[in-house]
């Protein structure tokens, strides 16, 4: 079974600032997928940005980037310009490259934007 | 706006009692999957469906069913309630989700509660 682990709670910086969440898994497949969820306080899972493990080049969506490393098992979030509307919880999750699954999620990391 | 819809937004129950939470996908998807979120367990999948046909089976109690109807909308039956059970419920829905795992899109959810 796979797990995902998200070991920063909360994070909190000024807006504008770059900051990035981290996110470590563990599966023994080799073909399977990422994703950032973004969860603002209207309880919207809003997806962020997705990964294709075969995929060597990292996923971009404007402000938004990830870090693939898949020999460490490592896929983290980059915010660039933060703004105040990226607070909100960002859960990363996986899934199995068939398709016949759901998403594994973590438990998520609270970032709060401030002024 | 994902595109996926979900009634009730609320449900207010009391324990023993039986509830019926239901998910339009988008259109065009045939994969829906749900997904409960609560404080103690986060966000686990419950269940999938494709092209009505269930797919895979997630942390879903035998309390718990679902089906998904020639029209592809989705119904959670919830039996014999318990406090446990109160959470925020996710659809979600996806084009594919047979051979290869595609972007899911989540519904606004729904948030019951067991009293």
């Known amino acids: 079974a796979q797990t995902v682990t998200q070991s920063q709670p909360e994070m909190s910086v000024q807006e504008a600032e770059t900051v990035t969440l981290s996110c470590t898994y563990d599966?023994?497949?080799?073909?399977?997928?990422l994703f950032w969820y973004k969860q603002p306080p209207s309880r919207q899972m809003i997806l962020v940005i997705r990964?294709?493990?075969?995929?060597?080049q990292n996923a971009t969506e404007n402000r938004f980037s990830v870090n693939f490393q898949k020999a460490a098992k490592s896929f983290s979030l980059k915010i660039s310009d933060s703004q105040l509307g990226d607070t909100a919880m960002y859960f990363c999750?996986?899934?199995?490259?068939?398709?016949?699954?759901?998403?594994?999620f973590g438990k998520g990391t609270h970032l709060i934007i401030q002024p | 706006d994902s595109g996926v819809t979900q009634t009730p937004k609320h449900l207010i129950t009391a324990t023993g009692q039986r509830v019926t939470l239901r998910c339009s996908p988008r259109?065009?998807?045939?994969?829906v999957y749900w997904y409960q979120q609560s404080l103690d367990q986060g966000l686990q999948f419950l269940i999938q469906?494709?092209?009505?046909?269930?797919?895979a089976k997630g942390n879903i109690l035998e309390r718990f069913s679902a089906q998904q109807f020639p029209d592809l909308h989705s119904e959670l039956n919830l039996s014999s309630l318990e406090l446990g059970d109160s959470a925020l419920y996710f659809c979600?829905?996806?084009?594919?989700?047979?051979?290869?795992?595609?972007?899911?899109?989540f519904g606004p959810g729904t948030r019951l509660l067991v009293l």
């Open positions: 979600a829905s996806s084009v594919e989700g047979r051979g290869r795992a595609e972007t899911q899109y």
């Open positions: 599966t023994s497949e080799n073909n399977y997928y």
């Open positions: 990964q294709e493990a075969y995929k060597q």
């Open positions: 999750a996986f899934q199995s490259g068939g398709g016949a699954d759901g998403l594994t």
């Open positions: 259109s065009g998807d045939l994969s």
């Open positions: 469906y494709y092209n009505g046909e269930e797919r």
